[in-house]
Structure formats: C-alpha cells, structure tokens
C-alpha cells in the first residue's frame, strides 16, 4: 500500500529491453536508504519490486502488463520519475490509500496558472468517470491528489507550489500520458453494485398483488 505521497524523483539510468518486458534501474535524486530485495516502490505509481538495490538505487522488472498499463513502457534513460516506497504500518496517511496497481492512462489536455498554483484538466478512458468524483481522491502519476471537478472522461486538480517543486508535475504538458489509479475504496463499491446496474429485474409484489391476497 501506497499513500501517494511521493518521497521524490528519480532518474532512470537504464532500460533493458526484453520483448514486451523491461528490466529498468533507478537512481534516487532524494535519500532513500536501505533499500532491500523484494520491497515495494511505486514508480510513477505503479507498484514494482525491487531485485537488485544499491545505495540509493535499484533495479526492478517491468512486466508486459505492467507496460501496457502505464507509462512505464515510455521511459527513455534519463526521464524523471515520481518514486515512493511502501507505507508503513504506524506512519502518517498523509495522501489517501494507494494500492499502486494503474487502472488507466490519462492524459494531460490542459495546464493553466491559479495565483501560485497550477491547475491541470487530464482525460482518460469514459469506462472509469463512474470511479471519479467531485472532492473525491485520484492518484496522478504516483501522485495523491484531489479532484476538483469532473466529467464522464475528465477532471481537474489543483497543484499546488510544493508539489509542483518536488514531483515530475512541473513538466507535464498537453498530450502527455501520465497513470491514473482511482480511489480504492470506490471500485470495490462499484463492483459490489454491478449486479444492479440496469438488470434489476422489478418485484412481482406489486399493489394489485397485495389486494388480490387480501393486504
């Protein structure tokens, strides 16, 4: 689990490509000490597990899925990433609950300045708008954020100074692909309610059914 809360970026130093898989190496451009085989990091908010860590550094594997959903398979060596490490069990839930695994890209389709803040409208697939909500939580490319407003395949989110300076959001621009995980919380409602979506089939106890039994 993931709060959204980036500890910073990264720096990829490395791409091994492999078919439809990637092997990538990180370099931590904020400390990330004691780093270990197995543990979690969200790179661009996208769950992967660390294979070989070095002083604040890592490698990790990519799966074909995992490069389908996200924009992982975009990286080219150099490319800035967002990176945040598992939470802890007895740490702040600063952001909201993160499970890092992307349910789509989005994309960037406008930036425009808010006093010392940024706005950005992103776009994305028309399947997920039930998923997102006015106030609700949206994860951006590793990034918990707060929905301003939103349609049936767009929101908006308000970036405020300090994020802006310790995350890749600085240098989003219209077209860009960034990963969008919806509220965790809301697609397990969602999948509870999907037996009812428009196949509610209509009781047979009605009024007259009542009156024929005697009620």
Same mark, same amino acid.
């Given at each position: 689990?993931?709060?959204?809360? #980036?500890?910073?970026?990264?720096?990829?130093?490395?791409?091994?490509?492999?078919? &439809?898989? %990637?092997?990538?190496?990180? !370099? /931590? =451009?904020?400390?990330?000490?004691?780093?270990?085989?197995?543990?979690?990091?969200?790179?661009?908010?996208?769950?992967?597990?660390?294979?070989?860590?070095?002083?604040?550094?890592?490698?990790?594997?990519?799966? #074909?899925?995992?490069?389908?959903?996200?924009?992982?398979?975009?990286?080219?060596? &150099?490319? %800035?990433?967002?990176?945040? !490490? /598992? =939470?802890?069990?007895?740490?702040?839930?600063?952001?909201?609950?993160?499970?890092?695994?992307?349910?789509?890209?989005?994309?960037?389709?406008?930036?425009?300045?808010?006093?010392?803040?940024?706005?950005?409208?992103?776009?994305?697939?028309?399947?997920?708008?039930?998923?997102?909500?006015?106030? &609700?939580?949206?994860?951006?490319?590793?990034?918990? =954020?707060?929905?301003?407003?939103?349609?049936?395949?767009?929101?908006?989110?308000?970036?405020?100074?300090?994020?802006?300076?310790?995350?890749?959001?600085?240098?989003?621009?219209?077209?860009?692909?960034?990963?969008?995980?919806?509220?965790?919380?809301?697609?397990?409602?969602?999948?509870?309610?999907?037996?009812?979506?428009?196949?509610?089939?209509?009781?047979?106890?009605?009024?007259?059914?009542?009156?024929?039994?005697?009620?």
């Amino acid at each position: 689990m993931f709060t959204g809360l #980036a500890a910073g970026m990264g720096i990829v130093e490395e791409l091994a490509k492999n078919g &439809g898989q %990637t092997r990538l190496s990180i !370099r /931590a =451009l904020c400390p990330m000490p004691g780093i270990v085989v197995g543990e979690s990091i969200a790179i661009n908010g996208a769950c992967l597990t660390v294979e070989s860590p070095r002083e604040n550094a890592f490698g990790a594997y990519a799966s #074909a899925e995992t490069l389908r959903k996200t924009n992982l398979g975009r990286l080219s060596t &150099g490319d %800035t990433v967002n990176l945040e !490490r /598992a =939470l802890a069990v007895g740490d702040r839930l600063g952001g909201h609950l993160v499970s890092g695994h992307v349910d789509c890209l989005a994309s960037v389709e406008a930036a425009v300045p808010e006093g010392e803040s940024m706005r950005y409208t992103v776009s994305f697939p028309r399947g997920f708008g039930r998923l997102v909500a006015p106030k &609700g939580s949206v994860c951006l490319d590793g990034i918990s =954020l707060t929905v301003n407003e939103c349609g049936p395949d767009w929101l908006s989110v308000n970036i405020i100074p300090l994020t802006q300076s310790q995350t890749t959001i600085s240098g989003w621009i219209r077209g860009l692909a960034v990963n969008m995980e919806t509220d965790l919380i809301g697609k397990y409602v969602a999948r509870l309610m999907e037996p009812y979506d428009g196949n509610v089939r209509p009781s047979a106890i009605t009024e007259e059914f009542l009156r024929e039994h005697g009620f």
